[in-house]
């Protein structure tokens, strides 16, 4: 099924394809490359093919091939057409190997074994293409020696099953990687050898990583996998991947989905590689927690704890809302919540020590918290004005500044010195969980607690 397209330049039928191959997760510069085409054919109202091109006997796996659809649906990227798969096309490859051969424009390598493979025949001369990005690139054909096109196993190499399934499955326009340049030669060679309806090409400038070479594992994460891991939206990965290679033609960096569809054009994508900035993605990935309504982000939150080994069982919907009330201004990433706040899931937490010594092992530090230890016991309630009336009093009581009394008791309680309002804060963690940190704190981290000196 294809669309008549509507943006003027266009050929009249709009059809791309995403083609990983299953060796691996789905890389954030695959990512980028299927949804440049999917935005393509979302605007051109044309139609997104997904291929998963698998013809790599050694490498490519099942498991790699779920986690490149559960990365797709993941953010989002839903196909018209597929998933077609290359390893239950064999047939058809060798037919039209077959075909060259008998047309001349092939012929049977046998190696040392005895084993026949066929080799397309590369004639010499100039080629060029209009790259939609990159403009004009011209190849000197003479340079490329005859190459495989089907391996004696039965199997294609890579540019020859591409442009067989490219043409029989319609495919107008191919958006990938620039790092496919050095291929397109070749595959022109073989439309015409075929004569099929030549395909538009449009390389996309390979992704850099903050140092400037290449993205890879050495940048940190580089699969869609391991940010949905960490805890980002993925509307906001969706974002931030757009932004890679392409404007919208204006400063903007907030940018929704249908915004992105309505605006996206290959005029517009950069001849020059993108480089990847993870404290911008940590910035964008915030920006879209805070403008994401509690109680969407709640269900999600619960998931990633869960996912992380926190048990979740007892833990009411109403907690966890307020929870995530509390931090919402203050977490990039669910990973960033909850390292903020795990100490309210553990009974014993850890001290952060420098906070420790700064906060807790002064003179009559621990006299103070047990003054605060003694006044939430006494308590009927236990909630945010409560603590905050009474422990404001006591500091009145004790002539010190609330300041005095703030710090050390974030720290007893939270472990840390930095945390969200600490009666906010105090009241989730409720009464029982509060007084026995601050016994904790009094009894192993203060130095002397005795008396209350200042």
Not at 113 to 137: C, P, S, V, W, Y
Not at 273 to 297: C, H, V
Not at 325 to 336: A, I, V
Not at 358 to 382: P, T
Request: hydrophobic share 40%; proline share 3%; with cysteine.
């Amino acid at each position: 099924m294809e669309f008549l397209v509507k943006e003027e330049g266009l050929s009249s039928h709009v059809k791309v394809r995403f083609a990983p191959s299953p060796t691996g997760y789905l890389h954030i510069g695959g990512a980028r490359t299927a949804l440049f085409n999917w935005l393509f054919a979302r605007h051109s109202k044309g139609v997104f093919l997904l291929r998963i091109e698998d013809t790599d006997q050694q490498r490519s796996t099942e498991e790699a091939t779920q986690a490149i659809l559960d990365s797709m649906k993941w953010l989002g990227l839903d196909w018209d057409e597929g998933p077609y798969f290359q390893s239950q096309r064999l047939p058809s490859y060798r037919q039209y190997a077959e075909k060259l051969v008998a047309e001349g424009k092939a012929f049977y390598d046998t190696d040392a074994e005895g084993r026949k493979a066929i080799r397309f025949q590369m004639q010499d001369g100039i080629t060029e293409i209009n790259d939609l990005i990159h403009g004009t690139i011209t190849f000197d054909t003479s340079l490329i020696e005859d190459f495989v096109i089907l391996k004696a196993d039965g199997f294609p190499t890579y540019n020859f099953a591409c442009v067989v399934d490219d043409a029989e499955m319609g495919i107008t326009h191919i958006i990938r990687g620039d790092d496919h340049i050095s291929n397109t030669p070749k595959q022109i060679a073989l439309y015409r050898a075929f004569g099929f309806k030549m395909p538009e090409f449009a390389h996309i400038p390979m992704i850099l990583g903050e140092d400037g070479s290449r993205l890879s594992k050495r940048h940190g994460a580089t699969s869609v996998t391991e940010y949905r891991d960490k805890g980002y939206l993925p509307h906001a990965l969706v974002n931030f991947l757009a932004l890679l290679g392409w404007s919208p033609g204006n400063d903007q960096e907030i940018i929704s989905i249908p915004e992105m569809i309505e605006k996206f054009t290959l005029k517009r994508a950069n001849k020059t590689s993108a480089q990847f900035n993870n404290t911008k993605l940590d910035w964008m990935n915030g920006q879209y927690i805070k403008n994401t309504p509690t109680e969407r982000l709640a269900p999600e939150v619960r998931k990633f704890f869960e996912k992380s080994g926190v048990d979740m069982t007892k833990i009411a919907d109403e907690w966890l809302f307020r929870l995530v009330e509390l931090h919402h201004e203050r977490f990039k990433t669910f990973q960033d919540l909850l390292n903020q706040t795990r100490f309210f899931f553990a009974d014993a937490i850890e001290y952060d020590q420098a906070a420790v010594n700064k906060f807790l092992r002064k003179e009559g530090v621990g006299g103070l918290l047990k003054e605060v230890h003694s006044a939430i016991s006494q308590s009927d309630v236990f909630d945010k004005k409560t603590l905050e009336d009474s422990l404001r009093s006591l500091t009145e009581k004790l002539g010190v500044g609330f300041s005095k009394l703030a710090q050390p008791m974030r720290v007893a309680v939270t472990g840390r010195s930095v945390s969200a309002g600490i009666f906010e804060t105090m009241e989730l963690l409720g009464r029982e969980k509060t007084a026995k940190r601050l016994d904790y704190a009094v009894k192993s981290l203060c130095e002397t607690p005795e008396t209350v000196r200042f």
